[in-house]
């Protein structure tokens, strides 16, 4: 049983597409989440590391290609994009972190509304 809230999301697509959208969620470093997912206190991480605030913008900006490239290979896949607004860096972080984490199979079938077995993927419609 898939235990991320992403298995849902990528199901039945090729093992190729999978894997490449894998491989584009771990360019968009997880390790930059916590970071981008203290905007509102004021990037304190990112301050403690000596960088400023054209390198905080420097680093939103690739986040935000990064989080534009995993939706836009998951559009080319048909499917809705996994980040409702890859501008936001702030709230695709929660959304990256989200997708990511373990659930309880009870957790995950709250949320869906069915067991994975059962889950049919949304089809992407364009522009969403």
């Given at each position: ?50 960088c400023g605030e054209e ?74």
């Amino acid at each position: 049983m898939n235990e991320r809230p992403i298995d849902f999301y990528i199901k039945g697509l090729p093992f190729d597409d999978r894997q490449e959208i894998f491989k584009r969620m771990e360019a968009c470093l997880a390790g930059k989440m916590r970071k981008l997912m203290e905007k509102p206190i004021g990037y304190p991480i990112f301050h403690s590391l000596g960088c400023g605030e054209e390198e905080i913008a420097r680093q939103e900006a690739k986040s935000t290609a990064r989080f534009r490239a995993v939706n836009e290979y998951i559009h080319a896949c048909g499917r809705p994009g996994l980040f409702s607004d890859p501008e936001d860096t702030y709230r695709s972080a929660k959304e990256y972190v989200d997708l990511l984490t373990k659930m309880p199979k009870e957790a995950l079938q709250e949320r869906f509304g069915c067991t994975w077995e059962d889950y049919v993927p949304e089809v992407w419609q364009g522009d969403e």
